[in-house]
């Protein structure tokens, strides 16, 4: 009898081969939707590659531009230092004309107009004499 204890009988076998069956198909359930978590992941990795690659073309096109902005910026602001020396060199040159034909040099400076562009002729007048009406222009002392 101790021969049948360990032979299992059909109720046995099919109640594991039901356990094995369940098993395999809570099994393949997961590695279908791991495959499936995979194929999504490996699709968002080439996305975000792609993504990656051309935010790093852009990158390289505007480091480009900022190194070309950054050499114009370099050779204007060279260009206007010499300019302005070019300008000190003239004033101090129209200074000495000036001189020589006996005018005071305060009566050659030249007042810019003002930024406002809608004045009447008189008010742009006032403004340069740094007055705010004809009456206190009329008490300045005459060059």
Known sequence: MADQ????????????NQRLTTE????????????DLLETAQAQTAAATQRAEAG???????ELAAKVAGEELARLKAENA???????DFNTAVAAEVQK?????KAAE???????AKLTPTQRVLAA???????ELAQLPRP
């Open 5 to 16: 204890n360990q032979i299992p009988d059909q109720e046995d076998i099919l109640a594991t």
């Open 24 to 35: 395999n198909a809570r099994l393949t359930a997961e590695l279908t939707a791991a495959t």
């Open 56 to 62: 790093a073309k852009r990158l390289e096109t505007l």
């Open 82 to 88: 010499q300019l302005t020396a070019k300008m000190a």
């Open 101 to 105: 034909l006996g005018l005071r040099p």
């Open 110 to 116: 030249h007042k810019p107009p003002p930024d406002d």
């Open 129 to 135: 004499r740094g007055v705010s009406s004809l009456t």
